[in-house]
C-alpha cells in the first residue's frame, strides 16, 4: 500500500486556546509569553497578532512596542498540556503511530489505517474536522509519502490549511521553495549553500551529491536526498507508557512457595491498579526473578486478549512461576510486568469468543468498586481476600477471591 504519512500542527497554538477559553479575545492580536518587565519573550502570536510583525521568540518588550494594544497573557502550560491530550488522543483514533514532536504537532502513519478509514485524504479532512468539532481549534494538515514532505506540506497553507504533496508535486511546489525552508538546513548551511549560488530546494537537488558530502558531510548527502524527495524515517511512536511493572528486593531471601506467591499477588494487584489508573490494558505478563548470586531471569507469555483484570494477570504469572522456578531456591527479588499496553479506546479487537463475557464484565464491575472505594480512602483500603493453594498447575486458577 501506498505510504501515507501525515504532519498535523496546531495554528497559534497556545494563542488560539486563549481565545477559546476567552472568546471575548477572539479575532484580537493576543500574545501568550513572560512579562515584558522581567525579559520575557513571545511564545506565540495569534495570527491578528501577527500582522503586526509579532512572532515566537520575540522579546516581550519588542511585541509591546509593534503591537500596543495587543493583549497579552502568561503561559498556562496545565491547559495546554490538558488540550494537547485531548489532540493525541483523537489522532489515536485513526492509527497508533503518533509521533509527537511537541505539545501541538505530531507525525502520524496512516498508511494501514486507509483500509480502515479510507483514503488519506478523507482520514486528514476528518481528524481536521473532529479537531474543530471537538476542541473547538484549527489544525493544518500535510499528506505525503514521507515525513520531510508532510511537514513542509502543513505549513504550506496555514492557518487552518490542509496540503497534499506527492512525488508528482515536486517540482513544481517544493522545488522553487527555499533551501532554508528545510529541516537540516541551519543558518550556516543555508549561508554556505547561497554563497554557492543554491538557494531554493530545486537547485539543491540537482547539486553533486558527492560534492554535497565533500562538502557537509553526511549531511550533505541527506539534504540531497530530502531535496529529492527521499527520506525514508519511520514515524517513531512513542508510547506514553510501554509497561508497567513492580517489583521488590527482600531484605531476606526468601524460598518458601507461600511467601513468594503473596508477593507476587501483591505485585500484580498492584500492576493492575495502575494499569486501570491509565486507562491501559496490556497483553504481554512477564516474571522477573532474581537469584542471590545476582543471575536474574525473565520470562513472558501473551494473553489472548487485552485486559487490566487481575484474574488473567495473575494467572498467567503464577503459570510463570510454576514453570519457572523449583521449590525451595532462594530468591532476592521477585517482579511481575504487564506490557504490549493499548489505550482502553484503542482496543477494537474482537474479543475472544471463547472467552467468559459475562465473568470478565463482572470481574470489571469488582474492579470498579474496588478502585473507587481506594481512590476515595487513598492507599489500599480494600483488598482482595484470597485463600493460597499453591502454584497454578496447567492453566488451572489455584486461587479463590
Ligand atoms: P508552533 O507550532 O511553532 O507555533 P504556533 O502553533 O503558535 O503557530 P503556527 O503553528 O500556526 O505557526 O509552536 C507551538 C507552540 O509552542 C506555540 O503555540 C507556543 C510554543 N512555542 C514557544 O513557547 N516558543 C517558541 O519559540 C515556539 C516556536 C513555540
Ligand atoms: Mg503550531
Given at each position: 500500500?501506498?505510504?501515507?504519512?501525515?504532519?498535523?500542527d496546531m495554528d497559534a497554538f497556545y494563542a488560539a486556546v486563549e481565545q477559546r477559553d476567552h472568546p471575548e479575545l477572539k479575532g484580537k492580536p493576543v500574545i501568550v509569553g513572560?512579562?515584558p518587565?522581567?525579559?520575557?519573550?513571545v511564545s506565540t502570536a495569534s495570527y491578528e497578532a501577527r500582522r503586526f510583525g509579532v512572532h515566537s521568540?520575540m522579546?516581550m518588550?519588542e511585541a509591546v512596542r509593534l503591537c500596543p494594544y495587543g493583549v497579552y497573557l502568561p503561559v498556562n502550560?496545565?491547559q495546554y498540556?490538558?488540550v494537547s491530550?485531548q489532540l493525541?488522543?483523537?489522532?489515536?483514533?485513526?492509527?497508533?503511530?503518533?509521533?509527537?514532536?511537541?505539545l501541538d504537532?505530531?507525525?502520524?502513519?496512516?498508511?494501514?489505517?486507509?483500509?480502515?478509514?479510507?483514503?488519506?485524504?478523507?482520514?486528514?479532512?476528518?481528524?481536521k474536522m473532529s479537531i474543530a468539532e471537538e476542541l473547538h481549534l484549527t489544525a493544518s494538515v500535510?499528506?505525503?509519502?514521507?515525513?520531510?514532505?508532510?511537514?513542509?506540506?502543513s505549513d504550506?497553507e496555514k492557518p487552518d490549511g490542509f496540503?497534499?504533496?506527492?512525488?508528482?508535486?515536486?517540482?513544481?511546489?517544493?522545488?522553487?521553495?527555499?533551501?532554508?525552508?528545510?529541516?537540516?538546513?541551519?543558518?550556516?548551511?543555508?549561508?554556505?549553500?547561497?554563497?554557492?549560488?543554491?538557494?531554493?530546494?530545486?537547485?539543491?537537488?540537482?547539486?553533486?551529491?558527492?560534492?554535497?558530502?565533500?562538502?557537509?558531510?553526511?549531511?550533505?548527502?541527506?539534504?540531497?536526498?530530502?531535496?529529492?524527495?527521499?527520506?525514508?524515517?519511520?514515524?517513531?511512536?512513542?508510547?506514553?507508557?510501554?509497561?508497567?511493572?513492580?517489583?521488590?528486593?527482600?531484605?531476606?531471601?526468601?524460598?518458601?512457595?507461600?511467601?513468594?506467591?503473596?508477593?507476587?499477588?501483591?505485585?500484580?494487584?498492584?500492576?493492575?491498579?495502575?494499569?486501570?489508573?491509565?486507562?491501559?490494558?496490556?497483553?504481554?505478563?512477564?516474571?522477573?526473578?532474581?537469584?542471590?548470586?545476582?543471575?536474574?531471569?525473565?520470562?513472558?507469555?501473551?494473553?489472548?486478549?487485552?485486559?487490566?483484570?487481575?484474574?488473567?494477570?495473575?494467572?498467567?504469572?503464577?503459570?510463570?512461576?510454576?514453570?519457572?522456578?523449583?521449590?525451595?531456591?532462594?530468591?532476592?527479588?521477585?517482579?511481575?510486568?504487564?506490557?504490549?499496553?493499548?489505550?482502553?479506546?484503542?482496543?477494537?479487537?474482537?474479543?475472544?469468543?471463547?472467552?467468559?463475557?459475562?465473568?470478565?464484565?463482572?470481574?470489571?464491575?469488582?474492579?470498579?468498586?474496588?478502585?473507587?472505594?481506594?481512590?476515595?480512602?487513598?492507599?489500599?483500603?480494600?483488598?482482595?481476600?484470597?485463600?493460597?493453594?499453591?502454584?497454578?498447575?496447567?492453566?488451572?486458577?489455584?486461587?479463590?477471591?
Amino acid at each position: 500500500m501506498k505510504p501515507a504519512i501525515l504532519h498535523i500542527d496546531m495554528d497559534a497554538f497556545y494563542a488560539a486556546v486563549e481565545q477559546r477559553d476567552h472568546p471575548e479575545l477572539k479575532g484580537k492580536p493576543v500574545i501568550v509569553g513572560g512579562s515584558p518587565e522581567s525579559r520575557g519573550v513571545v511564545s506565540t502570536a495569534s495570527y491578528e497578532a501577527r500582522r503586526f510583525g509579532v512572532h515566537s521568540a520575540m522579546p516581550m518588550a519588542e511585541a509591546v512596542r509593534l503591537c500596543p494594544y495587543g493583549v497579552y497573557l502568561p503561559v498556562n502550560m496545565k491547559q495546554y498540556r490538558a488540550v494537547s491530550a485531548q489532540l493525541m488522543d483523537i489522532f489515536r483514533r485513526f492509527t497508533p503511530d503518533v509521533e509527537a514532536i511537541s505539545l501541538d504537532e505530531a507525525f502520524l502513519d496512516v498508511t494501514g489505517s486507509q483500509k480502515l478509514f479510507g483514503p488519506a485524504e478523507e482520514i486528514g479532512r476528518r481528524i481536521k474536522m473532529s479537531i474543530a468539532e471537538e476542541l473547538h481549534l484549527t489544525a493544518s494538515v500535510g499528506l505525503s509519502y514521507n515525513k520531510f514532505l508532510a511537514k513542509l506540506a502543513s505549513d504550506m497553507e496555514k492557518p487552518d490549511g490542509f496540503t497534499i504533496l506527492w512525488q508528482e508535486n515536486l517540482a513544481q511546489r517544493v522545488w522553487p521553495l527555499s533551501v532554508r525552508r528545510m529541516m537540516g538546513v541551519g543558518e550556516k548551511t543555508a549561508q554556505l549553500l547561497e554563497g554557492m549560488g543554491v538557494r531554493t530546494i530545486g537547485q539543491l537537488a540537482k547539486m553533486d551529491s558527492g560534492l554535497l558530502q565533500h562538502l557537509l558531510g553526511k549531511q550533505g548527502v541527506l539534504i540531497h536526498q530530502l531535496a529529492n524527495g527521499i527520506d525514508n524515517r519511520k514515524v517513531e511512536a512513542v508510547r506514553e507508557h510501554k509497561s508497567v511493572g513492580r517489583e521488590v528486593t527482600f531484605p531476606q531471601d526468601i524460598s518458601q512457595r507461600e511467601q513468594l506467591e503473596t508477593v507476587l499477588f501483591t505485585l500484580t494487584d498492584d500492576v493492575c491498579h495502575t494499569l486501570r489508573e491509565n486507562h491501559l490494558k496490556g497483553k504481554t505478563v512477564s516474571i522477573k526473578i532474581r537469584y542471590p548470586d545476582f543471575h536474574s531471569i525473565t520470562r513472558a507469555v501473551t494473553l489472548s486478549q487485552y485486559t487490566a483484570n487481575f484474574e488473567p494477570v495473575f494467572a498467567a504469572a503464577q503459570n510463570l512461576m510454576a514453570q519457572h522456578y523449583k521449590d525451595g531456591i532462594a530468591i532476592r527479588l521477585l517482579g511481575v510486568t504487564v506490557s504490549n499496553l493499548k489505550k482502553d479506546a484503542e482496543i477494537v479487537e474482537q474479543q475472544d469468543l471463547f472467552a467468559d463475557q459475562a465473568a470478565i464484565e463482572k470481574q470489571e464491575e469488582l474492579n470498579k468498586v474496588l478502585d473507587k472505594i481506594n481512590g476515595k480512602y487513598g492507599g489500599n483500603t480494600l483488598r482482595r481476600a484470597r485463600k493460597l493453594t499453591g502454584w497454578a498447575k496447567n492453566g488451572e486458577l489455584s486461587q479463590e477471591d
